[in-house]
């Protein structure tokens, strides 16, 4: 007899890691191989390059910074101190930066390459302008339209006075001023 012959349809020759032979050890041992050829591949073959991803990049893309930022919080054991992290955690405190100056009527940003030192000077400058030989007194709506900046910020703090504060600080020449000043020109 020189092979092994099956009356039943069904009836096969055993395989080598057959599951049914095995009781199903041979599914978890090519499971097994696979994924070491794969992790072999894996390392072997190098990951494509990613794009440079700075801080104003994220800024930029909110969907992307908001993808890493999850990503971050859900891993930070091991995504902490990854240059994507600290872009995206620095492009939030960018982007939320914005929307204070908006929120509050001031210019946007300061021109691009501009440092701290060379936006307080500029400010300075254009203040010194501004009060060139002009005496206002700050009980004046004109006081508080030739000075924005300084309005919101006296806006802002006008919200957390009494009413007999207010009187005191001005607050009423100051919104007269910002009412002003969203009038539409004709």
């Known amino acids: 007899m020189t092979g092994r012959r099956c009356a039943v349809p069904r009836c096969r020759a055993p ?54 930022t999850r990503a971050c919080r859900d891993d930070p054991g091991r995504l902490r101190g990854t240059p994507d992290c600290v872009n995206a955690d620095q492009a939030r405190i960018v982007v939320a930066e914005r929307e204070a100056r908006a929120r509050a009527g001031m210019r946007p940003e300061p021109p691009a390459g ?23 007194s ?11 900046m300084e309005r919101a910020q006296q806006l802002a703090h006008c919200g957390r006075l009494t009413a007999e504060q207010q009187a005191r600080f001005y607050c009423d020449a100051a919104r007269a001023a910002e009412a002003a000043a969203r009038r539409p020109r004709s």
């Open 138 to 148: 700050p009980t004046s709506p004109r006081y508080w339209a030739a000075r924005p």
């Open 15 to 68: 395989r080598l890691l057959d599951p049914d032979l095995l009781g199903g050890l041979g599914l978890l041992l090519w499971t097994l191989a696979f994924l070491a050829l794969s992790a072999a591949l894996g390392v072997a073959q190098p990951l494509p390059p990613q794009e440079r991803r700075t801080v104003s990049w994220y800024a930029a893309n909110p969907w992307a910074l908001e993808a890493v």
């Open 114 to 136: 501009a440092t701290p030192d060379a936006e307080r000077a500029r400010q300075a400058e254009a203040e010194a302008r501004r009060n060139q030989g002009d005496l206002t």
